[in-house]
């Protein structure tokens, strides 16, 4: 699956939001502020107030429909969004011919797929777009769906993203986000342990902090192995069995603090035993 920034800004569309929430209601703001036409629709009737330029919600999600070239559903989870699409009043009930649906909540692979389904038997075209936050307002816009409708509604996407990445077809938008999503979550779970070793030995953490903040980047930064990865040249590809015999050593010592100290480390007892598969640059599913 290739990633790529993608497309040029077309024609101005007319949008729609549906969900108000922390991602809803900052996308319906910054598309208003862009100039584009705006209509929205929320469970809660105040939904809007406090969202600059952002008029009151109208009365249903087929009203945002008529009024839109492409739909925004910013909602919870899987159930509100079948009943947004499907539900009494339910946006595809317009009968909207060639409506481009841009489903921004973060769902399972197979409820991308379904409502992909649900959308092309109303005519209407479902793009899958997992976002993450990107500073000043803006976020990073994770796009899957055919190359010539994310052109279409760029200008939409463009008005609430700070980088737009066309990731493939339907469901790689979803994908590409959950894969974000893991290496997010897991750093944490490694920061914590870590943490928790640190204190436990009686470590100020301030003082991790201030190593963190000033060592070499590729040693904290979980990209390095990644992009050290995709160069074929790369220090970890030509070096591998040495680090592997570095990692083997350390994560061992890690284990041992943790014996001493009475802290378990469920982590590193995980990731010692996988270190030469994690080195060797290959990944699982390539060639």
């Known amino acids: 699956m290739s990633a790529q920034s993608y497309g040029t800004p077309g024609d101005t569309v007319a949008a729609g939001v549906i969900g108000l929430g922390m991602i809803g209601g900052g996308v319906a703001r910054n598309i208003a502020a862009a100039g584009l ?3 929205v629709y929320d469970i809660r009737h105040d939904a809007a107030d406090r969202l600059e330029g952002v008029d009151a919600p109208l009365g249903s999600p087929a009203d945002v429909a008529r009024a839109s070239d492409v739909v925004l559903v910013s909602v919870v989870d899987a159930e509100q969004v079948r009943e947004v699409l499907a539900g009494e009043h339910g946006l595809l009930g317009a009968g909207k011919q060639g409506l481009v649906v841009l489903l921004l909540s973060t769902v399972a692979l197979s409820a991308v797929r379904e409502f992909a389904a649900l959308c092309a038997g109303h005519g209407a075209t ?3 777009a997992g976002v993450t ?3 000043d307002g803006k976020l990073v816009t994770m796009v899957g769906g055919p190359a ?5 509604v760029r200008p939409a996407l463009d008005a609430f993203s700070k980088a737009v990445v066309h990731c493939g077809p339907v469901g790689s938008g979803m994908v590409t986000k959950i894969a974000r999503n893991v290496v997010t979550y897991a ?3 490694v920061v914590r342990e870590a943490t928790s070793m640190a204190v ?3 470590v ?3 003082r991790l902090i201030e190593v963190l903040d000033k060592a070499v980047t590729g040693g904290t930064d979980p990209l390095f192995l990644l992009r050290d990865h995709l160069d074929a040249e790369g220090v970890i590809r030509r070096q591998a069995a040495c680090i592997e015999a570095l990692a083997q050593k350390d994560l061992a010592a890690a284990q041992e603090l943790g014996q001493e100290i009475g802290l378990g480390t ?6 010692r035993p996988w270190m030469s598969a994690v080195l060797d640059g290959r990944y699982e599913g390539s060639a």
């Open 133 to 135: 936050q990107a500073g």
């Open 126 to 128: 479902l793009l899958d």
């Open 148 to 152: 010539e409708v994310v052109d279409r």
């Open 266 to 271: 469920p982590l590193v007892d995980t990731v």
């Open 204 to 206: 100020d953490p301030e």
């Open 187 to 189: 750093s944490w779970a």
């Open 37 to 39: 036409p705006l209509t």
């Open 200 to 202: 436990r030995a009686g």
